[in-house]
């Protein structure tokens, strides 16, 4: 394929940008029909066991209380398509902060009061909610998220690793993570006297969430609307439908009114998914000239009692690095805690956490280069799969990268750059995602007075997809992106996939790209004026996005990081972080480069200041608030550089775009932690690097 | 959250005669903590007496050379304020390192030195904790603690006060002024926050009804410096894992004068007096520092998973007396 055609490729400014900064933005929670009542959840108070009674009375007699739903009365649901949302259908208390009971009333405060009113009686089960390697509930699953096969093993690399003249055998511990968007989760429902459910919810794709709450209440997709015009950040944990729609709903169904529900800050760990802890063994084998001979990479991680979500951490280390023996397996237990789920990247930021450490720690071994070592096992065809890959721009990132980072002028030695009290330090770490991509419908539309109207359910999570789909409508139409509007946010449009798995531009993209085509082939046919209707054009790409690519498809990218560690108190500083990223063609360079920065500012909170601890005792993640869950401010995020190398593609599809939601947090936090390594002399194996784990090693 | 009434104090004399015959009485000033706890329902008062409009906003010199701070004077205009800036640039950098921009720009003075632990079993009504609900017990001892006492704490409470300010001021040998029912009345910042003992649910010396209405710095020590160092887990909006608010005085190499207080160690500003003595009339040298500063924290008992509070504190204690020592 040709360089992109114009308008794609140019940096276009977010279309609801003005919207945004001026607040006229509408969310989910920001919809209120006439006669709305407030629900407030109750979650569990205890880890394990069951619910006993719900005494109502005194919440019911509170003002403005309308009705309080628990497994006693909640309407019965047909079949969830997600165990996570069977919420108070039965007794059965699986972790702390499962949702027990629903308040609904004419206010939130209400709701709340009379939530505070309710009496819950409980019987308590012994619980089990800490990870351990010898956990004895350990078990291989059969597939791990993204439904790749739980182990992979090729040769036999317990041998070649006993062999190899250098070892790197390493553990690496990463406790859980939390996707805390800035919006949480609210839904607003309504019943129509048809039986037809409307509701307005913050999630990353309300097709899913259609099918899903279809499902739920026994309706076709055709009886549920959900709209989601703006949604404030997902990260994964809007993908799947929440209980709170399902809530929303069933509370709307039996009140008769339209119910709102925003879920409290407080409330989401518990409910809307985690990145789950693990710990991931790595053993690499190398000759002494740095060619990998064995590479393993042992993951074990924790699901919950509901549902099996397992993190496929070891994935990526089967298509990173060349090696002739590899093993690559997941252990899972479930234990009585929250259930996990997507958060960015998926497997590839802790898996990558992991692997590029010890690529790291196997340079220090070897004495060679970080970039160098990366280089000289850089793979021709993938290795699980031996497929050849479509694009792979690894070393053209990795080089681009050490040019740009000055890189080459680094003094290997650790520990021997001091500013004062400061200790100074540069890493690298490689990034990779795998490209997905999922059949989407959309239509075109050419009205008669030369406009023209694109239309599918994309979810803009603040990614700018209103924006780069106007551009691929532009690009095809060969006309301004000024003249295309642009219809997302509600599964009244043509059916579309999610806004995950970096697969949104994509999806849509191409069906945006086919429908503008059919579109332009149609006008070019018409002879005459058009019709005053105008003329639509309806496509959908199920047959092409489902044919099996014969290609490895995946972005990479390498990620540099400076780091100043303060020897007086462990506080850890990046000074300057730089990524190169290979993912095709970039579509929109002004939201790229945005998606890419905010990638890697989560990768900074990852290695240096965000982590979810799980109370033993009480069962549940201590840090519930952004008082105590750490992101980033601006005041850890330094100046964060962005470049890509612009591949031509032709195995993509027809934009050639690789998705970039993810990549910027792959390898991050290894970068980070590789260069507090060459600053200290110091190699900590567990994330975050808070100063409580540095300090013991530098007084 | 509980339904509450709300009145504006017209005076501090409305104020105290309100607040004493509404036992369930609390006063507003910025409520960037009074207000979330009410949401987490940890704070359920009948009434709120907004105090904000009272006119106890003012920075002024006191007849010794003092200063004289009213209670409803936000972070960000004492921490600007050209006397504390250049007078006491300990209690300008402690407030600077505290909370965030948006939330300075609103937290009042008075309200900073009554805000509460942010344990987090403090602040989740669904689980025991003696601050909160006395006699039920304090999960902590045994569950996450990382950020609580290593100084001072009880068997009852292990909490640590969240001030950065409120460090400075006892450093600074500030003094709490008082208006309650009964009158008047000064408490020296040293002694104003309680350590927990069997008592965890009284942050402080203040009775029913009182109100503060300012904070009083005495003249700074001639040719003292003084500092604020803290440790934290991100570069802003973080509570400290540990700091310290020093002053220093030296003439001739030895030390004159010297004043510590360390926070986020204990259930109160940790006033560092063992330390201060071994400081007094000693050579200003590291040695010296370190010797003083272990001498202090041989008292800590630290928890399980925060013993690295103690090396923290030391470090930057150490740093900190180090540094005005070479600038005096």
Request: hydrophobic residues 40%; glycine residues 10%; charged residues 20%.
């Amino acid at each position: 394929m040709s360089q992109a055609p114009p308008p794609l490729g140019t940096p276009a400014a977010r279309r609801e940008g003005r919207d945004k900064v001026t607040g006229t933005a509408r969310y989910a929670a920001e919809h209120t029909p006439p006669g709305c009542l407030y629900g407030w959840p109750v979650p569990a108070t205890i880890a394990r066991g069951r619910v006993s009674a719900v005494h109502t009375d005194e919440a019911l007699a509170l003002p403005g209380v309308h009705a309080v739903l628990s497994h006693d009365n909640a309407p019965r649901l047909k079949q969830p398509d997600d165990p996570i949302l069977a919420v108070l259908q039965d007794d059965r208390v699986p972790h702390r902060g499962w949702y027990i009971a629903l308040v609904v009333a004419d206010t939130l405060d209400h709701a709340r009061a009379g939530a505070e009113a309710l009496r819950i009686a409980y019987e308590t089960t012994e619980h089990d909610v800490v990870l351990s390697e010898n956990h004895p509930g350990l078990y291989t699953p059969e597939t791990v998220n993204g439904e790749y096969p739980a182990v992979r093993e090729r040769g036999d690399a317990d041998r070649a690793f006993a062999m190899a003249p250098v070892q790197v055998d390493a553990t690496y511990a990463i406790g859980a993570l939390h996707n805390h968007p800035m919006e949480p989760h609210a839904s607003t429902a309504q019943w129509t006297q048809d039986g037809h459910l409307h509701v307005h919810d913050s999630n990353q794709g309300s097709t899913t969430v259609r099918e899903s709450l279809a499902a739920a209440f026994g309706l076709r997709p055709q009886q549920v609307t959900v709209v989601s015009e703006h949604v404030g950040g997902g990260f994964g944990c809007k993908g799947t439908t929440r209980p709170q729609a399902v809530l929303a709903a069933m509370a709307a169904r039996h009140t008769g009114r339209p119910v709102k529900i925003a879920l409290p800050r407080r409330q989401l760990a518990a409910v809307v998914g985690h990145r789950p802890p693990t710990v991931q063994r790595l053993r690499l084998g190398a000759e002494l000239d740095g060619t990998l001979t064995s590479v393993s990479h042992e993951v074990i991680t924790q699901t919950s009692t509901v549902k099996e979500f397992v993190e496929q951490a070891a994935v990526p280390a089967r298509i990173m690095y060349g090696s002739a023996h590899s093993r690559t397996t997941h252990r899972v237990t479930a234990l009585d805690v929250p259930s996990p789920s997507w958060m960015r990247a998926p497997g590839e930021a802790p898996g990558m956490y992991a692997l590029e450490s010890a690529m790291d720690e196997l340079a220090a071994a070897l004495g060679i280069d970080p970039v160098e070592l990366r280089l000289r096992n850089d793979p021709a065809d993938e290795p699980d799969s031996g497929r050849p890959f479509s694009s792979r721009g690894l070393a053209a990132c990795l080089e681009e990268g050490a040019a740009r980072f000055g890189w080459y002028d680094r003094d290997p030695r650790p520990a021997v750059r001091e500013e004062g009290p400061l200790l100074v330090g540069t890493g690298v770490a490689s990034a990779t995602y795998p490209v997905y991509i999922a059949g989407s419908s959309a239509s075109a539309h050419a009205a008669t007075d030369g406009s023209y109207r694109i239309q599918v359910n994309a979810t803009d999570i603040g990614t700018g997809a209103r924006t780069v789909l106007a551009q691929i409508a532009a690009s095809v139409l060969n006309t301004p992106v000024e003249n295309i509007r642009i219809d997302i946010g509600s599964s009244e449009l043509p059916d579309a996939p999610l806004a995950g798995g970096s697969s949104g531009t994509a999806s849509w993209g191409w069906s945006v790209h086919k429908a503008s085509t059919a579109l332009l082939r149609q006008l070019r046919e018409c002879t005459g004026p058009l019709p005053a209707e105008g003329l639509t054009i309806f496509a959908d790409t199920e047959q092409e996005t489902s044919e099996k690519s014969p290609y490895a498809r995946h972005a990479f990218g390498a990620q540099f990081a400076e780091v100043a560690v303060d020897s007086r108190t462990g506080e850890v500083r990046v000074r300057r972080m730089l990524g190169v990223f290979a993912a095709g063609h970039i579509l929109n360079p002004r939201t790229a480069r945005s998606q890419f920065i905010g990638g890697m500012t989560m990768g900074i909170g990852m290695a240096l200041t965000e982590g979810s601890t799980m109370d033993p005792v009480f069962g549940d993640f201590t840090e519930s608030d952004l008082a105590s869950y750490h992101v980033p401010v601006c005041a850890d995020v330094p100046e964060i550089e962005v470049h890509w190398i612009d591949e031509d593609d032709p195995h993509l599809n027809p934009m050639g775009s690789k998705g970039i939601g993810e990549i910027g947090i792959v390898g991050a936090a290894a970068a980070v932690g590789n260069a507090v390594r060459h600053a200290t002399g110091v190699r900590l194996r567990s994330l975050p690097l808070t100063p409580d784990t540095l300090l013991p090693y530098l007084l | 959250m509980k339904p509450f009434g709300y009145l504006r104090a017209r005076s501090t004399a409305e104020a105290v005669r309100e607040s004493s015959a509404h036992p369930g009485a609390g006063f507003l000033g910025g409520g960037t903590n009074l207000v979330d706890l009410m949401k987490l329902g940890v704070e359920t008062p009948d009434l709120l007496i907004d105090i904000s409009r009272l006119p106890l906003d003012q920075v002024g010199d006191t007849d010794n050379g003092g200063l004289r701070i009213g209670a409803t004077v936000r972070n960000s205009d004492l921490a600007a304020h050209p006397a504390v800036r250049t007078r006491y640039p300990v209690l300008s950098q402690a407030l600077l390192s505290g909370a965030s921009g948006q939330l300075r720009n609103t937290a009042t003075t008075g309200g900073n030195l009554l805000q509460r632990t942010r344990c987090p079993y403090f602040q989740d009504t669904s689980k025991p904790c003696n601050k909160r609900e006395p006699g039920t017990g304090c999960p902590a001892l045994e569950g996450a603690h990382r950020d609580l006492a290593v100084l001072g704490h009880s068997e009852h409470c292990v909490a640590t006060h969240p001030s950065d300010m409120a460090v400075a001021l006892s450093a600074l040998d500030a003094t709490v002024q008082l208006h309650g029912p009964d009158g008047e009345r000064t408490v020296p910042a040293t002694e104003f926050h309680r350590l927990p003992g069997d008592t965890p649910h009284r942050d402080t010396e203040i009775r029913a009804g009182e109100l503060i209405t300012e904070v009083v710095l005495p003249p700074r020590p001639d040719g003292a410096g003084s500092l604020y160092r803290k440790a934290r887990d991100r570069a802003s909006f973080a509570f400290a894992l540990a700091s310290v608010a020093a002053v220093l005085g030296v003439r001739d190499g030895r030390i004159e004068h010297a004043a510590l207080a360390f926070g986020g160690l204990a259930h109160r500003p940790w006033r560092a007096y063992a330390a201060e003595e071994a400081l007094r009339g000693a050579p200003a040298t590291g040695e010296t520092f370190e010797r003083a500063v272990d001498a202090e924290l041989a008292a800590a008992r630290p928890l399980r998973d925060n013993a690295f509070k103690v090396g923290l504190a030391r470090s930057l204690a150490v740093d900190a007396l180090a540094e005005l020592a070479a600038d005096s």
